[in-house]
């Protein structure tokens, strides 16, 4: 790996090596199969839709179904209206889902095609739907794609009856199965009645039962999708992802929303359990509570081994102003905050964040990629990496200790079920962390130094 000047780094703006964020239609994918009996459909070529499946398969290691308007040099010049009409028609004669949730690709999208008007003019089975989001890869990154997928779900069906229907939409940003089982399992210790949406949860990590289900259990609802219209309001976790999808729902339906960070760390999670509380006027639940305390106990007891060390964070924005939050109450310095995410939002929260805690000497970056922290840690380096598995080959070259969190996570199993969220997944992290650090600590400790017990 070269060691560039900062002036180096800074004139190859135009060029990314190892980005820290994949293309929009990802998102969109992953959002789509958190709708239940849902046929995401991507409208471009076999490649993009190849591409996206695979990327959720190798983080999920579960199938991502998906379809393909499959364009070839045809529609490419002359547009892929036919292709889209065979594609809904077939997908419903095949595979019987109850929705298709089309998101365009680079090439639909630059040729123009206009979604909105083929879907308007399909002739539909009794019953289903076809939805669709624009997602411009060029543009943003897969959390754009996720929020404006749920966006195009919102704008086609959620509806004000009138009759309210007391509940609250929960938006739970771009999560793991495991974190949206763990925001189900909060709201409902807080007797919250809410729609989750999307879950994919039950989906994207369904039990192995021997026979093939190409619709899971799993995934919210066309109905509860359509009696979002009805919320009483919205909590929508992930200040970056989830304002857009919820300011729509709240133009097209009258839902006020509030804007929470995702609840990683103690203060987020306090904030959702606060929020959850005063709903209904109920006291947090004692089970949080509880959750809360074994959690303090836990860092107090390990503190020692977290205390002024240095980090570097990266991946998703919302997950890594969290998990920048946790490490800061956790006593750890973030050097680095990073996302390949665009957007100067990210930079202003996370320097919100770091001064919050009275951090100094950090450095806050969007639309980075992690070539450019590489030459960072080159020059200052860190006790430890959190983040992609994209942090990989820097962790190896520079042997620094590395902590998997956020997505993707392409090179190990079963993370994608663990909560990152709430009282339990701090703990969780924290369990992570310490681990990591203390490994490094007896690896690098003489023979007759290793402790036992600490
Ligand atoms: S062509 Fe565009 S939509 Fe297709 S995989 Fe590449 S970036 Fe994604």
Redesign the pocket.
Known sequence: MLNLTPKEVAARSGLRINPCKT???VGALYAALGVHRCMPHSH??Q??AS??RTFLSRHFKEPAIASTSSFTEGASVFGGGSNIRTAVKNVFDIYNPDIIAVHT???SETIGDDMGSYISEMDLPEGKYVVHTN?P??VGSHIDGFANMMTGFINYLANKTGEGNGKTALFPGFLNPGDMRELRRIASLMKVPHILFPDTSGVMDAPMTGVYAMYPSGGTTIPEIIALGDCAQTLALGELTSEEPAGVLERKCKVPYKLLPLPIGVANTDALVMELSHLLAEEPAAELEEERGQLLDVMLDAHFYHYGRSVAVFGDPDTVLGLTALVLEMGMLPKYVVTGTPGEAFTRKANAVLAAHGAQGCRAKAACDLFELHQWLKNEPVDLLLGTSYGKQIAKAEDIPFVRAGFPILDRYAHSYFPIVGYRGALHLVEKISDALMERQDRDAADEDLELVM
Do not use: K, R
Request: net charge neutral.
């Open positions: 293309c929009q239609p471009g070529s490649g993009c591409y996206h690709t680079c090439l997602t890869s060029y």
